[in-house]
């Protein structure tokens, strides 16, 4: 990635730290991803992104900065990229992923906060993080009380806008969150220039409804009961979703699904028969949390579907194309978005169904249910996970880790004693 | 032909050694010392010595160093080795059983000898083997004695579930001139307390609960675990190598 030095210096950097990153990633990325076998040969464009992960969307989105484009940088499914796409904006995910961003969290935020916090607040304060210095504004949600807190210290050092998600959804909460929205397409305007109008915003709803489209076709190829894909790859795919253009991210996401359909028909797969299929749920993963995906596939099991942010909640439930005012299209989003089942909701029972539901149309083996540390929602949720699936008959494993290293034998006993359980 | 089963825990290493008909005829403890890899060394040289070649008969490895064992054909992990060993020597197939290991606490359910559920306790040494064996330390005494001695004790509660913590808290319970029976209570309540929690998250009242590993020659943990979790806990001496006779049963 040296070629993009100079850019990175312009961003104001810290390009000594920087290098520290950049030195183990691709090592990391070799040992997790490039050791697998038999690959689909469309992951050629996520390998490559990912070797150029600070470089290339990062030069990219200075060159649409340049043309006038405005940059938002977002760390929740909850905040609807159709309003900045119809404003011409562009919509990016942030840094969150690794360790090696949390001693810099930790410098401001309690021990106990999790991980993905940690990480995305020193991500930006350490300055090693590209997007995290391009973004022209950031978008937060008060999905939990760490973020809340977070984004007040994160204020003091960018521009941020938070929207309030309601913790409930009920009929008024769907209606509030509707003007959020509008609130939200109004700091739009201001922030880019542009007006949000009924034809942009329908043309914006395509794009992302197209992208969601795509990416759910990858997510059905892993139904199959030979596996064209691992679930390493089709996380990849998905963690990168987060900062791809969306609609060249759905033409690579269309195009993988094209090799995996063809795969299935040939009847070729990347495990062994038999191989036990598992889902996953929980809180999210963001790049480069490969952790538990490569515990699981080194054990002898399969991650056939996640149950997550990075996962079926960011591309399930289409948004309505067919509304023609401003206030129609905001309703038929937030009814869109309300559809997702984060914990920060009171009840969440529609987590569990799906779940469930998402457990039959994969045909999953076992379920393993994974927080990070100190996320005390998706933890306290985890008893009723927990017992809806062995209600229903399927085996669960609870798991909390964080994103170091330090567990990482423990939880691979844990996940192959679960996958010698399944028999 | 005979089938070898080794456990290298974190702590200790357990060999048992069945003949074709499954009988036990040789069982053999070591501790695992600083290099998993030394260890199984030193395991094959006993066994070589015992006439148990391991290249002649079948091995299973398990427990944290079953990747150290290079002349093993197979590994499991600990959980499926404990509740097949546990299964065989209390000759119940439908059991709970509650493992005290050296670095973790395992309580697994069975159902008809195959694992139902398990819980481990996270990176944390509260409630495991290392606990009791840091804070027999403190008190110069061996672990075995420390369990003994809790029996004639009370009175007195460790409220650090941190082992670093809690063996400060020993020392300023020895400073202020507690009585050492006293403060093993405490100790053993600390851990008791903790593994009762861990269990009542899979128990099933009715389910017999059994108790394995390092710490089952020590009555009075079955003691105090019965009164904890309002059943009785039951244990017995060839407990200690349940997973060690697991393994070799998965060898057959």
Redesign the interface.
């Known amino acids: 990635m040296s070629d993009y030095v100079k850019m990175w210096e312009d961003l104001g950097m810290d390009l000594e730290t920087h290098d520290a990153l950049c030195q183990v990633l691709p090592t990391a990325f070799g040992d997790v991803y490039l050791s697998q076998e038999n690959r689909p040969e469309g992951m050629g464009f996520w390998d490559f992104v990912v070797s150029e992960i600070h470089g290339i969307r990062p030069s990219e989105l200075i060159e649409a900065q340049k043309n006038g484009q405005k940059v938002f940088g977002t760390f929740c499914v909850y905040v609807p990229d159709e309003v900045v796409i119809a404003a011409n904006g562009i919509v990016t995910g942030l840094c969150g992923g690794s360790q090696f961003w949390v001693p810099g969290g930790e410098k401001v935020l309690p021990k106990n906060t999790c991980p993905l916090i940690k990480a995305s607040v020193g991500a930006r304060l350490d300055r090693t993080c590209p997007f995290f210095r391009i973004a022209d504004i950031y978008v937060g949600e008060n999905t939990c009380d760490g973020k809340k807190k977070a984004y007040e210290i994160l204020a003091e050092d960018v521009p941020m806008h938070v929207m309030d998600v309601p913790q409930m959804k009920r009929p008024e909460d769907i209606e509030r969150w509707a003007h959020e929205i509008e609130i939200f397409a109004g700091v739009v305007e201001e922030q880019t220039g542009n007006k949000v109008t009924v034809e942009k915003l329908n043309e914006a709803i395509k794009i992302i409804n197209n992208k969601r489209k795509a990416l759910k076709r990858v997510y059905d190829a892993r139904k199959a009961d030979k596996l064209p894909i691992s679930g390493k790859d089709a996380l990849l795919m998905m963690q990168i979703a987060f900062f791809d253009d969306p609609v060249r991210c759905a033409e690579m996401c269309n195009k993988l699904a094209d090799e995996l359909e063809q795969r299935i028909a040939d009847g070729v797969s990347v495990f062994p028969e038999g191989t036990k299929r598992i889902l996953l749920t929980g809180t999210p993963l963001a790049i480069p949390n490969w952790k538990l995906h490569h515990i699981i596939e080194t054990s002898g099991a399969a991650v056939v579907c996640e149950e997550m942010c990075t996962g079926t909640r960011y591309f399930e439930n289409l948004v309505d194309e067919e509304q023609t005012t401003l206030e129609g299209q905001y309703k038929a989003l937030a009814e869109r978005y309300m559809k997702n089942n984060c914990a920060c909701f009171t009840p969440n029972e529609g987590r569990i169904d799906d779940i469930i539901r998402l457990a039959k149309e994969y045909k999953v083996d076992g379920v393993i249910d994974v927080n990070l540390k100190f996320c005390s929602i998706y933890d306290t949720e985890g008893f009723f996970v927990e017992r809806a699936l062995k209600e229903a008959g399927i085996p669960v494993l609870g798991i909390e880790t964080d994103y170091t290293d330090s567990d990482a034998e423990q939880l691979k006993t844990r996940v192959e004693a679960f996958i010698e359980m399944l028999g | 032909m005979y089938y070898i089963g080794i456990d290298i825990g974190s702590t200790g290493a357990k060999t048992a050694v069945l003949d074709e008909a499954g009988r036990i005829i040789d069982t053999f403890a070591q501790p695992t010392g600083w290099s998993s890899v030394d260890t199984a060394e030193a395991i094959r040289k006993t066994l070589v010595e015992k006439g148990f070649s391991p290249e002649e008969g079948k091995v299973v490895s398990t427990g944290?160093g079953r990747v150290a064992v290079p002349f093993s054909d197979k590994t499991?992990?600990?959980?499926?080795c404990h509740a097949k060993g546990a299964t065989r020597i209390f000759d119940d197939s439908d059991i709970c059983v509650i493992d005290i290991g050296g670095q973790?606490t395992k309580i697994i359910l069975v159902e008809d000898g195959?694992?139902?559920?398990?819980v481990?306790n996270?990176?944390c040494s509260a409630g495991t083997g290392r606990f009791l064996e840091v804070m027999a330390n403190t008190l110069a005494m061996r672990p075995d004695e420390l369990c003994t001695l809790a029996k004639s004790g009370g009175n007195t509660s460790i409220s650090s579930l941190c082992t670093v913590f809690a063996e400060s808290e020993v020392i300023s319970l020895i400073g202020r001139g507690e009585k050492k029976e006293n403060i093993a209570f405490g100790v053993v309540d600390s851990i008791v307390k903790k593994v009762a929690i861990q269990a009542k998250r899979i128990y099933r009242p009715g389910v017999r609960a059994v108790l394995t590993g390092g710490l089952c020659e020590c009555d009075y943990i079955c003691e105090a675990l019965s009164k904890e979790l309002k059943t009785e806990v039951t244990t017995l001496p060839e407990a200690r190598f349940a997973g060690a006779i697991g393994a070799a049963l998965l060898a057959m």
């Open positions: 944290y499991v992990t600990e959980i499926t973790d195959f694992v139902k559920d398990f481990m996270d990176k």
